[in-house]
């Protein structure tokens, strides 16, 4: 993709790569059943790895930090050693598609904001061949969180991501790929604003005076901020959803 390496510039100087925060991170983590004392857990798409650090932290496991992208994982590895939790965790630097480990490894398989490059569908399907009998997938996924939001969102995300579903639907494709849903929830406002359109407005204005004059890089950037203001204007009509299930087709 042209520009792709304006777009890795702005998401390294950013604290995430996409809307979550800690307590919802925690928030999912509490609606998981009894895990091994030191469960194995698989985090998919990981990027700078803030979710990581706090499942390293609450779960006590061992953590498989997965992501196309060393830079992140290098990152996270640093954050890592400064907090004291990197003997619990191993970046794999590989893309979700080239995943090659063994069937029913995993104890948790977790995913903020980075299943649906594999599809939803198809990512649903390689996690429950991944998890062990009755283990656990905690994911967050873009929905529709209105029957009949304004032609503008339908119209922005008929581009953006146009496989997109209501909540009650995507429970619908879970269960049919055999999980169980144990609970979910909407991401609220400050997990979009405050951890992640906020950061991303500054180092924006940052990066469009270094770039200045550059077309690619500006064709980039705008459709960030695009981005950002279709949310602030339409985020009551869409959203992530954390969904979490388990396991139950064996």
């Known amino acids: 993709m042209e520009g792709m390496e304006y777009f890795y510039e702005l998401y390294e100087a950013l604290p995430r790569c996409g ?8 928030q999912a983590y509490n609606f998981i ?8 857990v698989l985090d998919i798409g990981c990027g700078p790895g803030v979710q990581t ?34 003997h619990q965790i191993t970046t794999m630097n590989i893309s979700m598609h080239d995943m090659d480990f063994e069937d029913k490894r995993f104890d948790l398989i977790w995913s903020e904001g980075a299943l649906y490059f594999m599809g939803f569908q198809n990512g649903l399907r390689r996690c429950h061949q991944l998890l062990k009998n009755n283990g656990c997938l905690a994911v967050t996924e873009l929905v529709l969180l209105d029957s009949d939001p304004p032609l503008p969102v339908m119209e922005y995300l008929k581009n953006e991501y146009p496989a997109i579903m209501d909540i009650r639907s995507n429970i619908e494709l879970i269960e049919n790929e055999k999980f169980s849903v144990i609970s979910h929830f909407s991401l609220d406002k400050p997990a979009w604003l405050e951890s992640y359109y906020l950061p991303m407005e500054g180092e924006l204005a940052r990066l469009a005076k270094k770039y200045e004059g550059n077309e690619i890089a500006s064709v980039a950037f705008e459709g960030m901020r695009t981005e950002i203001d279709m949310y602030k204007r339409y985020g009551d009509f869409y959203g992530y959803e954390f969904f979490v299930m388990q396991k139950i087709g064996f």
């Open 19 to 26: 809307p979550g925060n800690n307590e919802s991170t925690r």
């Open 33 to 40: 059943p009894v895990l091994p004392e030191h469960p194995l």
């Open 53 to 86: 650090l706090e499942l390293a932290r609450i779960s006590g496991g061992r953590i498989i930090a997965l992501d196309n992208h060393k830079p992140f994982l290098d990152g996270l590895m640093k954050r890592a050693r400064a907090e004291g939790v990197a």
